[in-house]
C-alpha cells in the first residue's frame, strides 16, 4: 500500500459494498485494482471468490499476472464474453442449448444469415446483408428478444436467424451476452449459484459497457452489492459500439448509498497538458466533476500550429519530427501522429516519407495500401496497359459480372497460349462468337459492358486532368454503390477516395508535365515502401486507437470543423460532447510535449474548402498554449493579396510571368499567366503557386 497515494490507498482498502473508482486518465488504475484483489486476499477471502471483468483479453492477462505478483493467487479475471462463454458452458442446458455448444465467428454468423436471407427469398442488394447483421447485434446487446422486434421484415429475419443458431446448437459472439442474462434473469436458481459464486466483482472501464454488460454486472450483484466498478465517463468515446456512459454515470442511483472515490493524480504528463485537458472536458455537462493533476512539473505549453493546406500541415509535423529527434533526443519511437479518421493519414505518410522517417500505421492500412485505392489505381493502370493482369482480375467482377475463377482462369489461359494481351483477348472475345471460352449472356454482358468502360476513360484520358479522370473513374464505374455493400466502412472509404482525388491534384500542380504514368509509378514506389518496420517508427493512427495508450510526444492533428468534432455529430448535443471526449483523450496521451495541428483550407468532400478551426481549440485557454502559425507569408502560403490583369509575378519554376485574368476554379481562385521566356500560358492555383510579386 505504501506504493500508493491516499486516495489510491482508500479506493484499495475498500471491502464490501458498491464503491466506484473515477479513474483519471493516467491515474494508476490497474494498480488500484490489483492491490484492491491483493488486499481481500491478505483480509482471508478465498480467491475463486472473487471476479474481475475487463474489456479486452490483453487487460485481463496483465491484470492476472500483476496479481500473481503480487500474492501468487489465481483470480478469475476476463472479459465479458468470456465469463458469458463459462457460465453458458455449465447451465445453457436451462435454456434448451446442448453444453458442446458452438461459438460462430463473423464469417460463420454471416453463412448463416445469408442461408436466412435465400429461405425468405430476400435479396442481398443494398447491404441488406451487412444491415440485418447489424441490427441483430444490436438488439441483442440492447436484450431485444426476436419475438418483440416490431419492424415486420427485422422480425422475420431475426427469428428465423435465431431458430437456425439453435437448430445448429451454436451461438453467436453477442449471445454469450444475451443468452446469459437470459439464463438469470429467467432462471432463479442459476442467477442464486453465479451470485452466490463470486462475492466480490470487479469492473474496469465500466463507462464502456452497453446496456446487455451493465445487466450483467448487476445481476451477478443483486444480493452483496460488492462491486467495484472503475471507470471514467471524460473517457467514454464508444457509443457507435453501444456503450453508454450513462451507465457511470447512474452508479449512485443504481447502487443507494454507494462510495465514489476520485482519483486525480495523473502519473503521465505534465501539468500544462493537464490544465488545458481540464479546462476542454468541463464543457461537457454530463459527468462527473474531477481535475487531474500532476507532480510531473508544469511542463512545456502545448504548441499549436494552423497551416494552409494540408500539405503545410503534414510537412510542419515532418520537420518538427527531425528536429525533436535529431537535437532534443527523442526517439522515433516516442512520436504519435493521431488523427479524427483514417483518410487523414495520406498527406502525414507522404511527409514522413519525403523525410525518410519510419513510421507504422495502428490499427488500420497505410494510405496506399487501402482497398479503395487499390481499386481504382487498378482501373487507371488499365487505362494505360492491356496487358496488366493483376489488374484485371482486380477489377473485373466491380461490379460483379458473372465471371467467376474458373471462367477467368480459362481466359487468362487461352490469352496466354494465343500470346495476346488480356484486354485484346477480352475483346476478341466478345466479338467473335468461335473464341472459346463459350461465356453464358450473363459473363458476354458483363466483360461487354467492362471493355466498353475501360474504351471510355481511354478516350476521355487526353481532355481531363488526372484528378477529374480518377473522379470520372469513380463515377463511371459506379463505385460508390459498390461500396454501399458494406454500410459499416461506405463513409470512410468514400473519405479515402476524396483524399486520392486530392493528391493528384496536389500533385498535378507541383510537376510542370504531369502524366498518369508517371502518377501511378510514384504512387506504386511508395506503397511499396509502406512495409510494417520493426524499427523504432512514428505511429500513426486515429484517435479511437489511442485510447489506453501514451506517447512521451503527441501530435493531434485536423482540428477544424467537420472533422473534429465529426460532419456526423452536427446538430447533436451529446454526440458533440462524445467528440470532445475524444479530443480529451488524444490530448491526455501526451507525457511530455503535445502539438495540436489544423490547416485553414483542405482537399474534402471532393473539393477545395475553407475550414474553420475547431471550436474544442478555443476552448482550451491561451495561457496553455504556445501559437506557432505563420502570421506572415512562408513557404507555402498562398500569393500575398490578389494580382490584377498585366501585373507582373515571379513563380519558382517557371520564372517571370503576366497575369492575364483570374477566375474562380474548381481548386479556388486561378490565375492565367503568360511566361514570356517559354512563350506558354498556365492555369495557376493561386494556393499552390506560391506566386510573387515581380520587381527587378
Not at 493483376?390 to 494465343?418: C, Y
Not at 455493400?485 to 477516395?497: A, G, I, S, V
Not at 504556445?626 to 498562398?638: A, D, G, M, Y
Request: charged share 25%.
Amino acid at each position: 500500500m505504501s506504493e500508493l497515494n491516499p486516495a489510491q490507498q482508500e479506493a484499495a482498502r475498500h471491502v464490501e459494498g458498491p464503491l466506484l473508482v473515477l479513474a483519471g486518465a493516467g491515474s494508476g488504475k490497474t494498480r488500484v485494482v490489483t492491490h484492491r484483489i491483493a488486499h481481500l486476499i491478505e483480509l482471508g477471502i478465498v480467491p475463486s471468490d472473487i471476479l474481475a471483468v475487463t474489456f479486452t483479453n490483453k487487460a485481463a492477462e496483465e491484470m492476472r499476472s500483476r496479481i500473481r505478483a503480487l500474492k501468487n493467487a489465481q483470480v478469475l479475471a476476463c472479459t465479458f464474453h468470456s465469463l458469458g462463454a463459462r457460465i453458458l458452458r455449465e447451465s445453457i442446458e436451462l435454456l434448451g442449448y446442448r453444453k458442446d455448444f458452438a461459438i460462430y465467428d463473423e464469417d460463420d454468423s454471416e453463412k448463416l444469415l445469408r442461408n436466412c436471407l435465400q429461405q425468405l427469398q430476400l435479396t442481398e442488394e443494398k447491404g441488406l446483408l451487412k444491415e440485418m447483421r447489424a441490427q441483430i447485434s444490436t438488439a441483442k446487446n440492447n436484450l431485444h428478444p426476436p419475438e418483440k422486434a416490431e419492424e415486420k421484415l427485422f422480425a422475420s429475419v431475426y427469428v428465423l436467424y435465431q431458430s437456425k443458431l439453435k437448430e445448429c446448437n451454436a451461438l453467436d459472439f453477442d449471445d454469450l451476452l444475451y443468452l446469459t442474462v437470459r439464463l438469470l434473469q429467467e432462471n432463479e436458481h442459476a442467477r442464486r449459484e453465479y451470485q452466490n459464486r463470486w462475492l466480490f466483482v470487479l469492473i474496469d472501464e465500466y463507462q464502456d459497457t452497453n446496456f446487455a454488460q451493465y445487466t450483467l454486472a448487476k445481476l451477478l450483484v443483486e444480493q452483496h452489492r460488492n462491486i467495484f466498478a472503475v471507470g471514467d465517463p471524460d473517457q467514454s468515446i464508444y457509443s457507435w459500439r453501444g456503450a453508454r456512459y450513462q451507465n457511470i454515470l447512474n452508479f449512485e442511483q443504481d447502487f443507494p448509498g454507494a462510495k465514489v472515490i476520485t482519483l486525480e493524480q495523473n502519473y503521465r504528463s505534465t501539468d500544462n497538458i493537464l490544465q488545458a485537458s481540464n479546462a476542454l472536458i468541463e464543457h461537457n455537462l454530463h459527468r462527473y466533476e474531477k481535475k487531474l493533476w500532476s507532480a510531473n512539473g508544469e511542463g512545456e505549453k502545448i504548441r499549436l500550429f494552423t497551416a494552409h493546406t494540408e500539405r503545410q500541415e503534414a510537412e510542419f509535423i515532418g520537420n518538427q519530427i527531425l528536429r525533436q529527434v535529431l537535437e532534443k533526443g527523442f526517439s522515433y519511437d516516442d512520436i504519435a501522429i493521431f488523427y479524427r479518421t483514417n483518410a487523414q493519414s495520406r498527406p502525414f505518410e507522404d511527409a514522413l516519407l519525403a523525410g525518410r522517417i519510419p513510421y507504422q500505421i495502428i490499427g488500420g492500412l497505410s494510405f496506399y495500401a487501402r482497398r479503395e485505392i487499390k481499386d481504382i489505381l487498378s482501373f487507371l493502370r488499365l487505362v494505360i496497359s492491356n496487358t496488366d493482369i493483376i489488374s484485371f482480375l482486380r477489377t473485373i467482377n466491380i461490379p460483379k459480372r458473372g465471371l467467376g475463377p474458373v471462367t477467368l482462369e480459362k481466359i487468362l489461359a487461352l490469352a496466354a497460349e494465343k500470346k495476346m494481351s488480356i484486354l485484346h483477348f477480352c475483346e476478341e472475345l466478345i466479338a467473335r462468337p468461335d473464341f472459346s471460352p463459350k461465356l453464358s449472356a450473363k459473363q458476354h454482358s458483363g466483360l461487354k459492358s467492362y471493355i466498353e468502360l475501360i474504351h471510355r476513360l481511354r478516350n476521355q484520358r487526353p481532355s481531363l486532368k488526372i484528378h477529374e479522370l480518377i473522379a470520372e473513374t469513380i463515377a463511371q464505374t459506379q463505385y460508390l454503390n459498390y461500396l454501399k455493400e458494406d454500410p459499416e466502412t461506405e463513409q470512410d472509404r468514400k473519405e479515402n477516395l476524396d483524399e486520392l482525388i486530392g493528391k493528384a491534384a496536389e500533385w498535378e500542380e507541383e510537376r510542370e508535365d504531369p502524366t498518369l504514368l508517371n502518377f501511378l509509378e510514384e504512387l506504386s514506389l511508395r506503397s511499396s515502401t509502406d512495409e510494417t518496420t520493426h524499427l523504432p517508427a512514428v505511429k500513426l493512427m486515429t484517435l479511437h486507437n489511442s485510447k489506453g495508450l501514451e506517447f512521451p510526444l503527441v501530435f493531434v492533428v485536423g482540428l477544424e470543423e467537420d472533422i473534429c468534432p465529426h460532419a456526423n455529430s452536427k446538430g447533436k448535443a451529446e454526440a458533440i460532447e462524445e467528440e470532445r471526449r475524444l479530443f480529451y483523450v488524444g490530448m491526455t496521451r501526451a507525457k511530455r510535449l503535445l502539438y495540436l495541428t489544423a490547416a485553414s483550407s483542405r482537399f474534402l468532400w471532393g473539393t477545395v474548402r475553407t475550414m474553420t478551426l475547431s471550436r474544442f481549440l478555443k476552448e482550451i485557454p491561451a495561457q496553455f498554449l504556445n501559437n506557432l502559425s505563420p502570421h506572415s507569408t512562408t513557404e507555402e502560403s498562398p500569393s500575398p493579396g490578389k494580382f490584377s490583369s498585366g501585373d507582373k509575378v515571379y513563380h519558382q519554376q517557371f520564372g517571370m510571368g503576366i497575369v492575364q485574368k483570374s477566375f474562380e476554379g474548381s481548386f479556388g481562385l486561378t490565375y492565367e499567366v503568360l511566361f514570356p521566356q517559354s512563350g506558354t500560358t498556365r492555369s495557376l492555383v493561386a494556393r499552390f503557386a506560391k506566386l510573387q510579386p515581380y520587381s527587378q
